[in-house]
């Protein structure tokens, strides 16, 4: 079924899939089961001549059961993605050996800021780039984002990734890629007239191409 969902190419992809399976089973099911009866009932009851129609106060005994059956099914999905969810966005989530990266969103572009070759994120030998994110594969990175303007919403569809992006906080989010490649990164929330133009790319190196581009980078800024 991986024609319904866009490539997957982070550790995130396994487990948020299978939620959206399990819930698309489910909503699946559901639909049939109410269209089917819908139709069913529709032809069942139809205006017949020579029969009246019938008075009823409902039934308690069927009023429970689509009451419970939905409410249990909400409830084991609520606590399917509520581990998912922790892995992904829980306060102590962002594994301490994390790439550190700051986002700076504003209308219309991301800025990502690398760390240089001290190796520390805020300091003078960091460098900026405009709508490209270099990463390596198979590494955590973190993305300690913020915004200028309004919010945005930092999105990357193949590594199931998304966060808003708030002017006046700080928010970490974190991911690690497991396929090299280049995706698009996209806004997610429509922050003004050039929203849809607001895209990006992160380009998922190997672990020496990474050092080799980031040795390419360091050594254009002492250029300058
Ligand atoms: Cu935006």
Redesign the pocket.
């Known amino acids: 079924m991986s024609w319904i969902l866009p490539p997957s190419a982070s550790t995130f992809a396994g487990d948020i899939d299978f939620l959206y399976y399990v819930i698309l089973v489910i909503t699946g099911i559901a639909f049939v089961v109410v269209e089917g009866g819908l139709i069913w009932f529709m032809i069942k009851y139809r205006t017949r001549p020579g029969r009246k129609a019938e008075y009823t106060q409902g039934s308690t005994k069927a009023e429970i059961i689509w009451t419970a059956v939905p409410a249990v099914t909400v409830v084991i999905i609520g606590l399917m993605s509520g581990g998912v969810w922790n892995d992904i966005k829980g306060r102590n989530s962002v594994p301490p050996d994390a790439i550190p990266y700051g986002i700076h969103?504003q209308?219309?572009e991301w800025n990502f800021t690398y760390r240089g070759p001290d190796g520390q994120l805020g300091t003078g030998d960091d460098f900026s780039l405009r709508n490209q994110l270099h990463i390596p594969v198979n590494r955590p990175v973190v993305m300690r984002m913020t915004a200028e303007d309004v919010i945005?919403s930092f999105f990357i569809p193949a590594f199931r990734v998304k966060q808003d992006a708030v002017p006046g906080m700080l928010i970490n989010v974190w991911f690690e890629a497991t396929e090299e490649g280049e995706y698009e990164i996209a806004?997610a929330?429509l922050?003004g007239l050039g929203?849809y133009r607001?895209r990006a790319r992160v380009i998922v190196h190997s672990a020496d191409d990474y050092q080799r581009w980031l040795a390419d980078q360091a050594a254009a800024a002492d250029d300058q």
């Open positions: 969103a209308q219309f945005h806004c929330e922050c929203h607001m």
